[in-house]
């Protein structure tokens, strides 16, 4: 497979921009904190923020902390942990309900005695359970993670790459999306959303239904009409529409602003 980042719609003064984290952003690694996250990408975000009026947000399954920390000095408008915590454009927090984890917090903890080649990440209103260097315990962790969503209140489970989240039920990708776009500055706009894993589809399908653009990031099926081939095409389609919002604010020597 090989998509041109030419192929792909058009950033515009108009666009309320949406971006996935890991694999979208930056390529997977071994583990959550060891990403390397590429030169120049807090600049092309910054050039892409102001461009489109700051409406770009992060829509992620990670901590709002980690997005921040790995995207510092940036403050974006954020969609964490699978929509289950969100940050608007003036900084205001909203998150979800907080749901009884007991029964999947012990289910996990008891995996991890037995297989230490798992890894819990524990969030503020999600869990995560990796076995990116144990893919042979998928059907093991499936089963009793989803034992332990049976038999509690107000859970959803969702498979990605190489791990299991567990979130509050009724919140997604695309619920989190659809929040911000009835908000400034992302009202009024055509959203695009770019995104890696089975666990974007939800912002994808929202997306397209607001008459905008998804774009896969790499192979799977999925709902979105376009697609691109890698971490690296999808941000050379970013720093293109930066490089035009860079040029738009030169000012010729001699000329006013």
Known sequence: MHMSHE????????????????????????????VQVPAQLVSTLS??????????????GRRLADLDHFLAPLKLPAAAEHGALC???????????????????????????????????????????HYRHAPELERLCLQKMREAVALSDGLDLMQGKCVIDIKPAGVSKGTAIAAL??????????????????????????????????IKVGAGTTLARHRCDGVASLIAWLQAAGALEASA???TPGMSA
């Open 47 to 60: 050039a892409l923020s102001r461009r489109v009026g700051g409406a770009l947000a992060m829509v992620s």
């Open 87 to 129: 940050r608007d454009a003036a900084g205001l927090l909203t998150d979800a309900a907080q749901a009884d984890m007991q029964h999947v917090l012990h289910a996990a903890q008891s995996l991890l005695k037995q297989h230490p080649g798992l890894r819990l990440e524990e969030k503020t209103r999600a869990i995560s359970l």
């Open 181 to 214: 776009m009835a908000q400034p500055p992302f009202a009024g706009r055509q959203p695009v959303f770019a995104g890696d894993d089975v666990t974007d589809e939800a912002g994808f399908e929202q997306v397209q239904r607001l008459g905008g653009h998804a």
């Open 7 to 34: 192929m792909l719609p058009r950033i515009t003064d108009d666009t309320a921009l949406f971006l996935d984290f890991d694999g979208t952003l930056v390529e997977l690694a071994s583990q959550p904190e060891a």
């Open 249 to 251: 604010a030169t000012v």
